[in-house]
């Protein structure tokens, strides 16, 4: 039986509408703006679930911070978090991107414009880079993880493997 306390549907709402007009820099950073809500401030899951979340989004096709957001809706408001919290993280994106877009196509091409994209970009990389760095820090224990990140991340990099044969390998039987 699940003694954790569920949160209201409006809390589901209110967290993942500001989460969707808030977050950018791709599901990367997404999902660590998610993780700072859901597991250093609100306590709603726990590092080991949610590091358990993103390892399985990474095995189905799509995006994952919005199949985070879903499944985290649906952890703590039921169905309806379910519907909530995946309506009001993808729709204001959606907006903002279509809006983001035009003025691209506008402005994309004058000096202000590509130096406000680079600026964008350094941003996200800073914030893929601390969202790596702090679940880095929770799931490399010892030495063995540490190997294993280690060639996970040559493999990726080096040999450009699809990172879901390597969750699909590292994934624990308990």
Not at 60 to 87: F, Q
Request: net charge neutral; charged share 15%; glycine share 12%.
């Amino acid at each position: 039986m699940d003694t954790k306390p569920r949160s209201s549907l409006g809390q589901v709402i209110r967290l993942f509408l500001r989460l969707g007009f808030t977050a950018f820099g791709g599901p990367a950073a997404h999902i660590a703006m998610m993780h700072d809500e859901v597991v250093v401030r609100r306590r709603w899951l726990d590092e080991q679930h949610f590091l358990d979340l993103v390892g399985a989004t990474n095995l189905i096709p799509g995006p994952n911070s919005t199949e985070m957001a879903i499944h985290i809706g649906y952890d703590r408001a039921g169905w309806r978090g379910l519907v909530a919290a995946g309506v009001c993280f993808i729709l204001p994106a959606t907006l903002i991107v279509g809006s983001l877009a035009w003025a691209y196509v506008a402005y994309g091409r004058t000096p202000q414009g590509e130096a406000l994209l680079y600026g964008i970009n350094v941003a996200a990389l800073g914030l893929m880079a601390g969202v790596t760095w702090q679940l880095g820090q929770e799931a490399i224990v010892d030495g063995v993880t540490l190997f294993l990140a280690v060639g996970a991340m040559i493999l990726l990099f080096r040999f450009k493997l699809n990172s879901a044969w390597l969750v699909l390998v590292g994934v624990s039987p308990d």
